[in-house]
């Protein structure tokens, strides 16, 4: 094996050239927060899934109404898919939501959809953990970095046979809400939103961190469903993540998923965000 290279005369002045954010976002189609805000107000109860711990459910929320995700019981992660509910084959793209707002998201910043269709499937509208930042370790919560944790993982590294972290739970929860087999579901489970959880990466490594997050009993954090959505939410077998993410023995609790209406007229003329506008000839006539 060969050892480090060694580094070039001017390596301090390549370290030291300024980044360029790659995707600059001020021309972004802002959501309409204010309208949002008012039409919460006044906003019906419509139904609602409490996630077992270690376990996944399934909910649907029409464009142009809310849900909310809440920590009840104890502090706990989810870890949230969402499709479009009328294609699946649109669904959550954690990559490019990465990108154009980084690696944690908050008020303001949505979830994105996957290619060809590229437009907002969901906007945050309320986050209590939104105090907390960035911290001396660079961690954060509501990720767009962590893949959800999974069998195959687990098999690679330890040989294990675990059947209730989040990928396989994702799984079983749309299955059963399709009535397909597992086999049948597991191609359309998609990279996550971890809401809750609190992440960052290493700044010797670069590796991927988890610790204790600082969700509690009745945090939350609440959308706008921009299009028709089936949302897919798993209460990580991790608990709060403060030790192991696939674990029989950490402490887990629920999570309550909450769907709400707005009144009649509340929107105004809104309407759900037209699918990405790019010819798709991909250079060919």
């Known amino acids: 094996m060969s050892s480090t290279p060694a580094a070039p005369a001017d390596a301090a002045d390549r370290r030291a050239v300024k980044p360029v954010i790659c995707y600059p976002n001020d021309t972004l189609p802002a959501p309409d927060l204010a309208l949002y805000s008012q039409a919460r107000e006044g906003a019906a109860k419509t139904g609602e899934v409490l996630v077992t711990p270690r376990d996944a459910a399934c909910f649907e929320v029409p464009a142009g109404h809310f849900f909310r995700i809440t920590s009840v019981e104890g502090p706990q992660v989810g870890d949230l898919n969402l499709w479009n509910k009328n294609d699946l084959s649109e669904r959550f793209y954690s990559g490019k939501t990465r990108a154009l707002h980084g690696t944690h998201i908050t ?51 330890a040989g294990s046979q675990y059947h209730h972290c989040c990928h396989s739970n994702l799984t079983r929860a749309l299955a059963d809400h399709l009535g397909i087999s597992p086999a049948e579901a597991e191609p359309h489970v998609h990279d996550v939103l971890n809401v809750f959880m609190c992440t960052g990466f290493t700044r010797d490594t670069g590796q991927y961190f988890m610790k204790a997050s600082p969700v509690r009993p009745g945090d939350y954090l609440e959308f706008f469903a921009e299009i028709d959505l089936l949302g897919s939410l798993s209460a990580c077998p991790g608990g709060d993540c403060s030790a192991e993410h696939s674990s029989d023995t950490a402490a887990c609790y629920p999570l309550l998923v909450e769907v709400f209406a707005p009144g009649e007229g509340a929107l105004g003329d809104w309407r759900s965000p037209p699918r990405n506008g790019y010819d798709r000839s991909h250079g060919r006539s």
């Open 107 to 157: 008020t303001g910043e949505r979830m994105w959809t996957s290619f060809p269709h590229l437009r907002p499937m969901a906007t945050i509208v309320a986050d209590t953990l939104g105090w907390y930042g960035i911290d001396e370790f660079g961690g954060s919560v509501h990720d767009v970095i962590g893949t959800r944790c999974d069998p195959y993982t687990g098999n690679l590294l």
